[in-house]
């Protein structure tokens, strides 16, 4: 009852999140006649840059290679002309959800990949009990609202599963480098789909010493063709970090938002999300049933810390344990245990 529950809770957050998501588009295009944006932009310009690796590799257990095995994510942000679909976008969510006075609007595009393998990557024929091979590649574009205490991402991203997603050449590469086995088993991994997911995360700061001590709460849904989820989480920080909030992997506008007050800091944090949907565990998949299908709940505990190297570079390093996200439809003999991974992120902010 409390599965289905979560079922229906999603589907409407989902729901929303997408009629929002193509209001907001509908009314960026009707507002084509030049009216001026809600929220002002500095002017035209790359604010940010950063690349995003995750990797199972960087952890104390780095012969642990399973399930979520490697990730990697460009963003680019640059200020939002006034005329820009974008400025429009972020102006209307200021007119629905109110911002506070001198935030700022920016485009936003990435390129995202991410792989998945089971545990036994060295089997020629799957294992209908464990995750699947997966890979998702896709190309991301929205808007981004910076506020002295908040930030505000909206993104749609298009990608696709299966061959083309290049799971196979990208990790063998990578398993190359570092001197591991190739994977024997990406003929049997999850079918091609075309992705196209819609997305949207609100970060706020809660200042205890200004400067020193404080905490961001993040929320947040994506609702599409291959995962539907919803999202909620908390990150403490302590050190001299940055003015505004933050949290691993979401852009920053510029150089403002990375250098006032910031020059390092430690931090702590959990999120949590409910999965309506994941294809990319419940396949289809080439050749064979796989006998897992997607948890409903899935939770992360994660530690970091982040280093001003320069004016315009930031570095960050995390670690990251996951709940197992998948359930096994058949009895098996031993329990699963979460997964680890680390992260290393470099952001140039000119």
């Known amino acids: 009852m409390a599965a289905t529950q979560v079922r229906h809770s999603v589907r409407r957050a989902a729901r929303a999140v997408a009629a929002t998501l193509l209001a907001l588009a509908a009314t960026a295009a009707a507002a084509a006649d030049g009216e001026p944006p809600l929220v002002p932009s500095a002017g035209p310009g790359v604010r940010s840059l950063s690349v995003r690796l995750d990797n199972d590799s960087f952890t104390i257990r780095p012969h642990d290679d399973r399930w979520y095995t490697s990730g990697f994510e460009l963003r680019w942000v640059s200020e939002a002309a006034a005329d820009s679909g974008a400025a429009r976008v972020a ?81 063998n590469a990578v398993h190359r480098a570092l001197g591991l086995d190739e994977t024997m088993g990406w003929g049997r991994q999850i079918r091609p789909r075309l992705g196209l997911q819609l997305g949207w995360a609100s970060l706020g700061l809660h200042r205890w010493l200004p400067g020193r001590l404080d905490w961001t709460h993040r929320i947040g849904a994506e609702a599409g063709t291959l995962q539907a989820a919803a999202h909620a989480g908390a990150l403490l920080r302590w050190g001299r970090p940055p003015e505004g909030p933050t949290w691993p992997g979401e852009p920053y506008g510029g150089r403002s938002d990375a250098e006032a007050g910031g020059r390092w800091h430690l931090y702590v944090g959990a999120e949590g999300r409910a999965i309506g949907r994941d294809r990319l565990i419940d396949g ?61 992120l470099l952001r140039w902010t000119p």
């Open 91 to 171: 102006g209307l969510f200021c007119g629905l959800a109110g911002c506070a006075p001198g935030a700022h609007a920016y485009r936003l595009a990435s390129l995202v990949h991410r792989m998945y393998n089971p545990s036994d990557s060295d089997r020629t024929e799957p294992d209908p009990l464990d995750r699947p091979y997966a890979a998702w590649l896709a190309l991301g574009l929205g808007a981004l609202v910076r506020e002295p205490d908040a930030a505000h991402r909206l993104e749609l991203r298009l990608g696709v599963t299966g061959p083309a997603a290049l799971g196979e050449p990208v990790q």
């Open 284 to 344: 289809p998949a080439y050749g064979y049933e796989p006998r897992v299908r997607r948890e409903p709940f899935v939770g992360d505990l994660f530690a970091g810390a982040a280093l001003r190297l320069s004016p315009a570079w930031w570095f960050e390093f995390a670690m990251t344990m996951r709940s197992v996200d998948f359930e096994v439809l058949e009895p098996i003999e031993a329990a699963l245990r979460p997964q680890r991974f680390g992260s290393v």
